[in-house]
T-cell receptor, first 119, second 107 residues
Framework: EVQLLESGGGLVQPGGSLRLSCAAS????????MNWVRQAPGKGLEWVST????????YYADSVKGRFTISRDNSKNTLFLQMNSLTAEDTAVYYC????????????WGQGTLSTVSS | DIVLTQSPATLSLSPGERATLSCRAS??????LAWYQQKPDQPPRLLIY???NRATGIPARFSGSGSGTDFTLTIGSLEPEDFAVYYC?????????FGQGTKLEIK
């Protein structure tokens, strides 16, 4: 059974940093690209970032480019999102999501971790 | 960026009725469109990928159609558990984008 468990969210002041983690199990982690998708309170879904299975290719939404860094440790089946220079607009539930066999489709999602940026 | 516009914003129907949800893309996404269902305090669930392919375990009452810029998600006969928010998403180009969602509510 595929499981994705996010952690690392919390309350941070504007300008601060957070590092999110997503522990994966139940599939061959290194075979699949992984993604972060966020959802601001009461709002819709926003794709944030994708990393290829090897970790060699990364993609970012313009809203986070230069501030967020996606990475993965395939030896530990873990996905990361380093978030720097946070603003109130980054307040959201952050979901990690596994790519389907077809790239760009998100077939399994974690329960999400809430990151709140506020003074 | 490709903008996905969903309509209507809210759809009020009764169990047993047929639901038709629309997603229009600002430029062609070929057939590279997916649909997700999200219930309160839950992550999204993949329903349909590449316009018309049901994901594993999705009931046959869910069907998708369309190509290019116009897509439709149809729920054949609504069950009580189908009332939720539905999102479309394209994988044709970067950045991946989602529609703003359609809320399907009980009438």
């Amino acid at each position: 059974e595929v499981q994705l468990l996010e952690s690392g969210g919390g309350l941070v002041q504007p300008g601060g940093s957070l590092r999110l983690s997503c522990a994966a199990s139940g599939f061959t982690f290194s075979t699949f690209a992984m993604n972060w998708v966020r959802q601001a309170p009461g709002k819709g879904l926003e794709w944030v970032s994708t990393v290829s299975g090897s970790g060699g290719r990364t993609y970012y939404a313009d809203s986070v480019k230069g501030r967020f860094t996606i990475s993965r440790d395939n030896s530990k089946n873990t996905l990361f999102l380093q978030m720097n220079s946070l603003t109130a607009e980054d307040t959201a539930v952050y979901y990690c999501a596994k790519d389907f066999a077809v790239p760009g489709i998100f077939d399994y999602w974690g329960q999400g971790t809430l990151s709140t940026v506020s003074s | 960026d490709i903008v996905l516009t969903q309509s209507p914003a809210t759809l009020s129907l009764s169990p047993g009725e047929r639901a038709t949800l629309s997603c229009r893309a600002s430029q062609s996404v070929s057939s590279y469109l997916a649909w997700y269902q999200q219930k309160p305090d839950q992550p999204p669930r993949l329903l349909i990928y590449d316009a018309s392919n049901r994901a594993t375990g999705i009931p046959a009452r869910f069907s998708g159609s369309g190509s290019g810029t116009d897509f439709t998600l149809t729920i054949g006969s609504l069950e009580p558990e189908d009332f939720a928010v539905y999102y479309c998403q394209q994988r044709s180009t970067w950045p991946r984008t989602f529609g703003q969602g359609t809320k399907l509510e009980i009438k």
